[in-house]
């Protein structure tokens, strides 16, 4: 192995120095016989050391007319000046060094100066090459450096394969240091966080000081090399929190850490926006925060990058939604006069959604996965209460449309829903701030609330809200009365549940596929009525405890069981006000304690 220090050029004998002109660049003491002019600088210099070693200028000497020609223009050299005075004090014999940050320009001089073997051993072509092939790529570090450097190059730095050694060298030294860190990760998974981020690979600090075209073959690189795809991750977020700019409070970094961004435009943002999607890992056990696909979406859909490139992180949300925090689906709009929140984009992830969990149900013509702990049940019940919830937090925009709101409620299937209280809530909030809609409207929309679906408290909520119209509160009214008359009875809604699972039963000349697709629908109408028999079950052993409190109230007050049972059940109402689920006729009007007219987040309905 040869050393970095070692690659100086050879002084054997005493030679003239350069002056520090910034005009001319000549010899102190000795004249010299030709000029040559590099990009508006003049270096007066003599023509046999160049021409002993620059097969370019000997044969510009050798073609020129006039056998004392004096001056001589390059044209376009890499490096420009600065470059081509490392190449002249090379043809002398001065002394420098070759390092990582000026090798690029020396290699690509070289090779535009024509300074090969052939001319003289050991020209300035082999010696950059030796100090690329035995110190560059077998450092990462090196390597990442001289990458950059090439940055700044013209096309002849590719043609030399600067580049492209560069880049293999890099997803080598990774995979490299993926083995050797091997088992320092399996200490780290048995010790604490702060060390476990800790043994994150150092290495995507390097990369991320690339330009994006050089970041991404070296990425595809490191995908072909094996290189782990949460490293590749890793990489891809750092690189994003150093070169895209900011969004306000939806950033997804740290915006201290974010590189100055004056020298970025809108069409550079675009073009990394849609390189670093591409360059996500498509192996499905890699797991991207889902934070970081949120920023990128929303990035992307500021910058207007392309509809591919949107609908694959749509996509990859849509894979995870279940596990989505409702902050993260509060993406603004960036269009004028639109409502304030992106409800297109929540919604074409739902459609992605429910496509996935439809193709593992075709996947499997078993009934296993029917069940109520399956996969698909449960990740369509979160995300069922996700939508809830996050349908509460829209309605109070005032530019939200019926259609958009809507269309965000019967998207999602009856069976996503154990209780309609979430559903109750958002359409409340909607009809509180929209007071303008006709009955015809408010009809419309409350038609999607199941009234069998809300709770002991909803209930009391709905049956004293002026704004639902008038029908939907005799249907509360009616439903409670049944609910009470079974409570009393001791029926559990057997009835009810028999006559459902009776109504669906597939008929014999149907048929295969269109049987199962019956058997699976009432399959799911099962697992709801069964969800729904448990909060019932769980509402009736509330009152239970109500009833057994009364009956030791009643033996020693004297208060009778009847008042003891009502009173118990106003206690536990969540909807209801302070005053025991009362409510003024004026709630329409009425605005929060604090007298703010904003949006309130996560507020209960009053």
């Avoid at 997803?171 to 780290?188: D, H, I, W, Y």
Wanted: hydrophobic fraction near 35%.
């Amino acid at each position: 192995m040869v050393s970095e220090t070692s690659f100086s050029s050879y002084n054997r004998s005493p030679t003239p120095r350069f002056c520090n002109s910034f005009t001319t660049r000549i010899f102190s003491d000795v004249a010299g016989d030709v000029t040559i002019v590099v990009d508006g600088e003049s270096f007066l210099l003599h023509k046999f050391p160049l021409v002993s070693r620059s097969g370019k200028i000997r044969k510009m000497v050798a073609d020129a007319k006039d056998s004392n020609i004096s001056k001589l223009e390059l044209l376009n050299l890499p490096g420009g000046p600065q470059t081509f005075e490392l190449a002249m004090k090379f043809c002398y014999g001065m002394n420098f060094e070759i390092t990582c940050a000026n090798v690029a320009r020396l290699r690509c001089a070289a090779e535009y100066l024509e300074m090969t073997e052939n001319y003289r051993e050991e020209n300035l072509i082999e010696r950059t090459e030796i100090y690329l092939n035995e110190v560059v790529v077998q450092s990462l570090e090196k390597s990442g450096e001289v990458l950059s450097t090439c940055e700044m190059l013209p096309p002849i730095a590719e043609e030399v394969g600067i580049p492209s050694r560069c880049v293999e060298a890099i997803a080598m030294n990774a995979c490299k240091e993926q083995l050797v860190s091997g088992l320092s990760r399996l200490e780290c998974d048995s010790e604490s966080t702060e060390l476990r981020s800790g043994c994150l690979e150092w290495w995507v600090e390097d990369l991320s000081m690339l330009r994006i075209d050089f970041y991404q073959r070296v990425i595809c690189a490191m995908g072909r090399m094996g290189v782990r795809p949460d490293s590749i991750v890793g990489s891809l977020v750092h690189y994003a929190q150093g070169s895209l700019k900011g969004i306000g409070k939806c950033q997804i970094w740290n915006p201290a850490r974010t590189r100055p961004t004056s020298g970025l435009v809108e069409n550079d943002q675009k073009a990394i926006v849609e390189t670093l999607v591409s360059l996500m890992p498509t192996e499905k056990s890699s797991s991207i925060p889902m934070n970081f696909l949120f920023g990128m979406l929303r990035m992307a859909i500021m910058v207007d990058a392309t509809i591919a490139c949107k609908l694959e992180l749509e996509r990859r949300i849509a894979v995870r939604l279940e596990v989505v925090l409702l902050d993260d689906l509060l993406i603004p709009s960036v269009q004028t006069g639109d409502s304030l929140f992106d409800v297109d984009t929540v919604h074409r992830i739902l459609v992605n959604f429910l496509q996935r969990i439809e193709e593992e149900e075709n996947e499997d013509c078993g009934y296993e996965s029917e069940c109520l702990g399956s996969p698909s049940h449960g990740s369509m019940l979160k995300v069922g209460q996700l939508i809830d919830a996050y349908l509460a937090e829209i309605a109070p925009d005032p530019y939200l449309s019926l259609q958009k709101f809507i269309a965000m409620i019967e998207i999602l299937p009856d069976y996503a829903r154990v209780i309609d209280d979430g559903l109750y809530r958002a359409i409340d909030i909607y009809l509180k701030a929209h007071s303008m809609l006709t009955e015809n409207e408010c009809k419309k929309l409350c038609k999607f609330i199941d009234c069998q679906k809300l709770s002991q408290e909803a209930c009391n909520h709905a049956a004293q809200n002026d704004r639902l119209p008038v029908q939907m509160a005799v249907r509360v009214l009616y439903f409670e009365q049944l609910r009470l008359k079974d409570a009393l009875s001791g029926s559990s809604g057997d009835g009810f549940l028999s006559q459902r699972i009776s109504s669906g039963v597939p008929s014999a000349a149907m048929s295969p596929r269109d049987n199962y697709a019956s058997l699976r629908r009432e399959n799911r109408e099962l697992k709801l009525e069964v969800s729904r028999m448990r909060v019932r079950l769980s509402e009736l052993e509330k009152e239970q405890m109500f009833m057994k409190q009364g009956m030791i109230d009643k033996a020693g007050n004297g208060k009778t069981f009847l008042t003891s049972l009502s009173k118990g059940i106003g206690r536990i109402g969540i909807f209801s006000g302070p005053a025991g689920g009362k409510r003024h006729k004026n709630g329409r009007k009425s605005r929060g304690a604090d007298g703010k007219t904003g949006r309130s987040r996560r507020h209960s309905v009053s």
